[in-house]
Structures are given as structure tokens and as C-alpha cells.
């Protein structure tokens, strides 16, 4: 059985870091891509970052671009999200999800995901 | 980017079909089979529902389809039943910077 769970999160100053953390287990981490997507309180879905099997390929929203880093260890069956300059529409449940096709970003979309932990950014 | 426009809200009666749409432009849904379409209970992770359009993964009820015409993707829920009720978003594969882009999301509400 597929599981991803999510750490990490929690109230933090604006202008502070935060890194997230998603320990993978039921598949064979190593061979796929993994995301981060987040939903802000009473809100949508965004795509946050993606980072492929073997951290070749990494994109970010342009939300994010320059704050975020996606990073995986495949030794551990991890995946982190280190969040810098964090700013109060950082605020959200923070997803780990799984890319569907082994390798790299094929198929656009995503068949697992975890429960979220939730990041606050507030003074 | 922009997110994808869905209804805010559908409504149906037990047994009934509902349809729900996705609206996009011809660098997201309009220009790739990469339409997906996710359910998502109060208090849960959202739930892969449809893949490429049209396909259900497995173990997903078949009362569950989709389909797309032009820049609109659309849900089709049949058969509806009072464990559907919850919010349901689309997404896409987009040309844009960011590759991957939500709808604004569907509270389905079965009466």
C-alpha cells in the first residue's frame, strides 16, 4: 500500500524558513517523480514543485520560484521542500503526491498523496 | 497563470446524473489529453478520479467519466449517491511557466 506522510510544518515568523519533509513507503521510491502541492485554508489546489527520479528535472511555480527548494533522498524514500522568505500567502496544507509513470514528469498528473502538513506564516 | 474555471457549485438528487465543467484555453486543456480530475472529502487529501481525459484508475467507480470538447473538460457523474458529495477540481498540463494548473474547484452536493 502506497503512503505518504508529511512533517514538518508549523507556525512560523514571514521572512523565516520552514522545511518540510514526505517519507515515502509501498513503492519503490527511487523509480518516480514526486511533488508538493499545497491548499491554502478554504481554498484551491496549486502545484507547489515537482522534482523527477533522480533530481535531473526540477520545476517550481513561479509563486515559489527563487524561495522553494524540492530536494529527494532515495536512500531514505524522502522528499523535502525547503521554504525560505516564507510570506503570509504561503499559508497552507501542504501535500506530498506521487507522479504516476516511473522516470521523469510523463504523465501530468498525480495518483497518490498524502494527508498534508499545514504551514502558518504569521507574526 | 490562471487557475481552470469550474462551476462553484452542482446539486442532484440520489440516482441522478450531474455534469461538471472545466473551462481552460488552447495552452491547457484545449491544446493536451492531460485533463484530470481529483475528489476531495472535508478533512482529506484529494483522490485521483480520472487521468488523460477519459480514464478511471483502478478501483474507481465507473459512474465516474470524463471528456473534453475544445477547451472544456467535463465530470460526469452518474448514479449519484450521497458519498459523491464533495469538492471535485480538474487539472491540467499546461505551455505555460507552470506546468501543472487546478481549476477553482466544484462543491457537488447530492440532495
Known amino acids: 500500500e502506497v503512503q505518504l506522510v508529511e512533517s514538518g510544518g508549523g507556525l512560523v515568523q514571514p521572512g523565516r524558513s520552514l522545511r518540510l519533509s514526505c517519507a515515502a513507503s509501498?513503492?519503490?521510491?527511487?523509480?518516480?517523480?514526486m511533488h508538493w502541492v499545497r491548499q491554502a485554508p478554504g481554498k484551491g489546489l496549486e502545484w507547489v514543485s515537482g522534482?523527477?527520479?533522480?533530481?535531473?528535472?526540477?520545476g517550481y511555480a513561479d509563486s515559489v520560484k527563487g524561495r522553494f527548494t524540492i530536494s529527494r533522498d532515495n536512500a531514505k524514500n524522502s522528499l523535502y521542500l525547503q521554504m525560505n522568505s516564507l510570506r503570509a500567502e504561503d499559508t497552507a496544507l501542504y501535500y506530498c503526491a506521487k507522479d504516476p509513470s516511473p522516470g521523469g514528469f510523463v504523465n501530468y498528473y498525480f495518483d497518490y498523496w498524502g494527508q498534508g502538513t499545514l504551514v502558518t506564516v504569521s507574526s | 497563470q490562471s487557475a481552470l474555471t469550474q462551476p462553484a457549485s452542482v446539486s442532484g438528487s440520489p440516482g441522478q446524473s450531474i455534469t461538471i465543467s472545466c473551462t481552460g484555453t488552447?495552452?491547457?486543456?484545449?491544446?493536451?489529453?492531460?485533463v484530470s480530475w481529483y475528489q476531495q472529502h472535508p478533512g482529506k487529501a484529494p483522490k485521483l478520479m480520472i487521468y488523460d481525459v477519459s480514464n478511471r484508475p483502478s478501483g474507481v467507480s465507473n459512474r465516474f467519466s470524463g471528456s473534453k470538447s475544445g477547451n472544456t473538460a467535463s465530470l460526469t457523474i452518474s448514479g449519484l449517491q450521497a458519498e459523491d458529495e464533495a469538492d471535485y477540481y480538474c487539472s491540467s498540463y499546461t505551455s505555460n511557466s507552470t506546468p501543472y494548473v487546478f481549476g477553482t474547484g466544484t462543491k457537488v452536493t447530492v440532495l
Open positions: 488552447s495552452s491547457d486543456v484545449g491544446g493536451y489529453n492531460y
Open positions: 522534482i523527477s527520479w533522480n533530481s535531473g528535472s526540477i
Open positions: 509501498g513503492f519503490t521510491f527511487d523509480d518516480y517523480a
